[in-house]
């Protein structure tokens, strides 16, 4: 018989003498061994501020201090302004190397270069920087937009000093061309006519040059034949002397600028209208120099349908004489208040100049005159400006008028209507008197007889210009 002997637990009373207090006895696996552990005492509730301002968390044995939302809020603040700050910094600094890019690559430095060697007196055309004509736009704002066409968009701005100017934004300009074109606004700049808008300056530090002109306020010829104003009639006197004016810039331009320029865009559109209602030529965008010996600029065919010269549609070659007769077709709108192509008319006489010519080869001037003008025109002057559109208007170049030419005749008209009138007004001024003067004092004085005697295209229908402001 076997025999089990099984002692007893032994007795946790003399165990947990050996303890110190607050601390609990805990077997092991030897039944016959055991440790003391302490109890939990919560520190943060027995300890006066230990952890100062951030909070005290409890842990069995220990306790942690962890810090408060407002410093943590305060240090993510501190943070997302570090990175905003950087961000501007390191955006700014791309920005300013994007904007040296563009100069360089606009030809920035060669107009620098050219404009440092010009004799002083010269006007120098003024660079802005981008940041002055987005803040004169409104940063190119929608509403600002003065018009658009073939070339670029035009926005009305206003700069610090309360200057208000037209900024064209162009559309595209090839590498190739760079050279031309910074040449081209030096030349434009020494520009000095009083029928010609002044450019005041360029922004080569953007993707496409800016341009900046002088505002011109009272909209575009356009404008005022389709759309007419009792404020300000476009009577024949109106149109001659508009005719005269833009006639003596465009022949400024090809004989009296130090290098002949041609437009090569004359249209209603282009022809502006200031504060007086005398014509400003604009809109140079197409515009090119020609070497004094040379005769004809080729170039890929550019223009506005209507006004473009058959001629320079066969050939590629421009000269003065394009431009002479874009002007007959002017001389044509002015005439008849006509668009340069209407649907309206059937198809052999959709331009203008076709349905012009008809009319007077018929002898039916009188029927296409503009109505507004039909019955307050001189019988005289009316004629003679068809004929001269007419000659504008020849197929052989040749045989065209040069500008100066033009300007002479619009010039010797307009001044013969000055004098007639002149005459006229003084006449009625003696007649005037002459009633006033008592009968008994002026037996013998009768009256004085009073003598009584203007293939890169674009459609005009959309103005590269102004419009008129109220």
């Not at 520190?43 to 006066?48: A, K, M, P, Q």
């Not at 501190?78 to 905003?84: D, E, F, G, S």
Request: proline content about 4%; hydrophobic content about 35%.
């Amino acid at each position: 018989m076997d025999l089990e002997w099984r002692l007893e637990d032994p007795p946790m009373v003399s165990e947990r003498l050996q303890c110190e207090i607050n601390t609990s006895v805990i077997r092991t696996d030897d039944q016959y061994k055991y440790q003391c552990c302490k109890d939990d005492i919560d520190e943060c509730g027995t300890l006066y501020k230990v952890c100062g301002k951030h909070k005290c968390v409890n842990v069995p044995g220990s306790f942690r201090c962890e810090k408060t939302w407002p410093a943590i809020l305060g240090k993510v603040l501190l943070l997302a302004v570090v990175t905003w700050w950087y961000c501007k910094v390191n955006r700014k600094q791309k920005a300013a190397k994007q904007r040296r890019k563009f100069f360089k690559r606009n030809g920035g430095l060669l107009l620098e270069q050219q404009t440092s060697i010009l004799q002083a007196g010269v006007n120098r055309i003024k660079l802005f920087s981008s940041s002055d004509l987005e803040k004169a736009t409104d940063k190119f704002n929608p509403d600002r937009i003065l018009g658009q066409g073939g070339q670029g968009t035009v926005y009305k701005g206003m700069l610090e000093d309360g200057m208000i100017i037209a900024v064209k934004k162009s559309k595209a300009l090839e590498e190739e061309n760079l050279e031309e074109f910074i040449n081209e606004i030096i030349l434009l700049s020494q520009i000095n006519h009083r029928n010609v808008v002044k450019i005041l300056g360029c922004c080569l530090e953007t993707e496409v040059p800016l341009l900046v002109y002088e505002f011109i306020p009272n909209g575009s010829l356009f404008d005022h034949l389709q759309n007419p104003s009792e404020d300000f009639p476009m009577t024949w006197e109106v149109r001659l002397c508009i005719a005269c004016e833009a006639a003596d810039a465009i022949s400024y331009l090809h004989s009296a600028a130090s290098i002949p320029i041609y437009h090569r865009d004359v249209k209603s559109t282009n022809i502006l209208l200031d504060e007086k209602h005398s014509a400003k030529v604009s809109d140079f965008g197409i515009s090119r120099s020609v070497p004094i010996e040379d005769t004809h600029l080729s170039t890929i065919v550019q223009g506005t349908v209507g006004y473009v010269d058959p001629e320079y549609l066969q050939s590629s070659h421009f000269t003065g004489k394009s431009d002479v007769y874009s002007f007959g077709l002017l001389l044509i709108i002015l005439l008849t208040g006509e668009k340069p192509v209407s649907l309206l008319r059937r198809q052999e006489v959709r331009l203008l100049g076709a349905y012009f010519l008809e009319a007077m080869r018929n002898d039916k001037l009188h029927e296409i005159l503009d109505a507004h003008i039909k019955e307050e025109c001189d019988q005289g002057e009316v004629p003679a400006v068809a004929n001269l559109a007419r000659r504008c208007l020849s197929l052989n170049s040749e045989h065209r008028p040069t500008m100066r030419d033009v300007f002479i005749e619009l010039d010797r008209m307009q001044s013969k209507k000055k004098d007639t009138q002149s005459q006229t007004h003084n006449g009625e001024e003696h007649a005037h008197i002459q009633i006033a003067i008592p009968e008994s004092m002026s037996p013998s004085y009768s009256s004085p007889d009073i003598v009584i005697e203007n293939s890169s295209f674009s459609l005009d229908s959309k103005p590269l210009t102004p419009h008129k402001t109220q």
